[in-house]
């Protein structure tokens, strides 16, 4: 009985033992995060889910749920619908890991895997993944059928996509340094106050790099179906890689994600994420610049490899 009670004794304080000792990080949930991407700033912690799409595909890929501890709006943000447009993904692949102040972020930082694995517009079989989206109508592919399905489930009050364009917009037949706008609810005011920034901020040869507001998204695009069947302000954010570095565009990507934010309630505190690059006095601030007239013509002068 003695031999009994001590072997219990021993088994307490064994438990006792390992509970005191153990890794923190065996008691803590893997998808809870306080950091923001702001060095030393204070910011909520957030809850995490990660997806799988087309899991065991050539398109796999994952989306990520990201919820605020505050209730808020839900929004979407998209990268890597072309291959070949690299810095919509690398700007995407880092947004994911932002933390939020209120609601659901949703982002799907390579949608379209396949291509971008080709480092190709298209993937296999020449599919162009942003035209598979039709309008009142099934998506036309699986992969774009659970990119939809995703949308349904966290219907969006707004959604970005990020893109980069070859050329500039009114200076080659390119939609390059554009925000296309579906004019939904408040996009306008949106489009308008994010491109303002960013000409202010983040460009510095305004005279060739200035971003435009026009629309709308195409046919057949993500964006043009979010807008029209679901009536939410829906955005294509073109950054140009036409004598660009890409450092400079994950930047313009990151900056308009931040503002699109910002603007629908998600992020709150003061501190930036993204730092503004520039500086300038109101009187030389640049303004807003939109235009739906057709683009042609060649550069007037040799840019800026900074833009």
Do not use: C
């Amino acid at each position: 009985m003695r031999r009994h009670s001590v072997f219990v004794l021993l088994i307490v304080f064994l438990a006792v033992f390992l509970t005191a000792f153990a890794p923190a990080a065996a008691w803590s949930s893997p998808v809870t995060a306080a950091a923001g991407g702001v060095p030393g700033a204070a910011a909520p912690a957030v809850v995490r889910e990660v997806r799988t799409l087309r899991a065991g595909t050539p398109e796999e890929t994952e989306v990520y749920i990201v919820r605020a501890s505050e209730p808020g709006p839900t929004v979407m943000i998209v990268g890597g619908m072309h291959g070949d447009e690299t810095s919509g993904y690398l700007a995407a692949g880092e947004i994911k890991d932002w933390v939020i102040d209120r609601g659901t972020l949703v982002v799907l930082p390579r949608a379209n895997a396949d291509a971008i694995a080709r480092g190709r517009r298209t993937s296999t079989g020449g599919v162009d993944l942003n035209r598979q989206f039709p309008v009142g109508k099934e998506p036309t592919t699986e992969l774009a059928r659970e990119i939809w399905a995703v949308v349904e489930e966290f219907p969006p009050a707004a959604l970005l996509d990020l893109h980069e364009g070859w050329g500039i917009y009114g200076r080659h037949d390119s939609v390059g340094q554009t925000l296309i706008t579906y004019p939904a609810g408040d996009a306008r005011r949106f489009a308008e106050h994010a491109v303002r920034y960013l000409n202010t901020y983040h460009v510095k040869n305004r005279n060739i790099y200035r971003f435009r507001v026009v629309g709308t998204p195409v046919a057949g695009s993500l964006a043009r179906k979010a807008g029209a069947d679901l009536g939410i302000p829906a955005f294509i954010a073109e950054a140009t890689a036409y004598r660009t570095l890409q450092s400079s565009r994950v930047r313009w990507h990151k900056a308009f994600a931040e503002e699109f934010l910002r603007w629908y309630g998600l992020i709150e505190r003061e501190e930036r994420i993204v730092p503004k690059q520039y500086r300038t006095t109101a009187s030389t601030s640049a303004s807003v610049s939109t235009s739906a007239g057709t683009p042609g013509g060649a550069p007037s002068a040799a840019p800026l490899l900074a833009a």
